[in-house]
């Protein structure tokens, strides 16, 4: 995403997943900010993080970070989205290696690949008129 980014973490050790966030977010900064000769934050604000308590919350927050380009219109098009390379999806469709351990997802699924890769793009509209819609909501603050 050109704003922002999604991990699904599984976490191992107290505040690990902090710990983690923390690191990569303060390495990257120095890096970018080496590369283009500048300086200050280009992360805004903390990270938000959502606790799983169900296998169901785990694959539906999986199949929305896969489809997030989509329904955000990063990508126009479901074939666009089967070949964004800035997304796991690839490694979840069995397209291209990477590091995700996608065992504990796939792990509710019978068939795995044919069906998870069913599962996310068949509410891959559905979602999209959500993000649609959640912008004409008003949020109480």
Request: proline residues 3%.
């Amino acid at each position: 995403m050109p704003n922002h980014y999604h991990f699904l973490l599984k976490q191992l050790t107290k505040d690990g997943i902090r710990h983690f966030l923390s690191l990569f977010q303060n390495s990257y900064t120095r890096y970018f900010n080496t590369r283009h000769k500048r300086t200050g934050p280009i992360f805004q604000g903390i990270f938000k993080a959502i606790r799983i308590e169900t296998d169901e919350q785990l694959i539906h927050l999986s199949r929305y970070i896969h489809l997030n380009p989509y329904s955000s219109y990063v990508v126009e098009t479901i074939k666009e989205l089967k070949a964004y390379p800035w997304s796991s999806l690839l490694e979840y469709l069995g397209k291209a290696d990477g590091f995700c351990q996608k065992e504990l997802v796939f792990s509710l699924f019978d068939n795995y690949s044919k069906r998870y890769q069913k599962f996310v793009f068949d509410q891959a509209d559905y979602q999209r008129n959500l993000e649609e819609i959640k912008h004409l909501t008003w949020e109480k603050r």
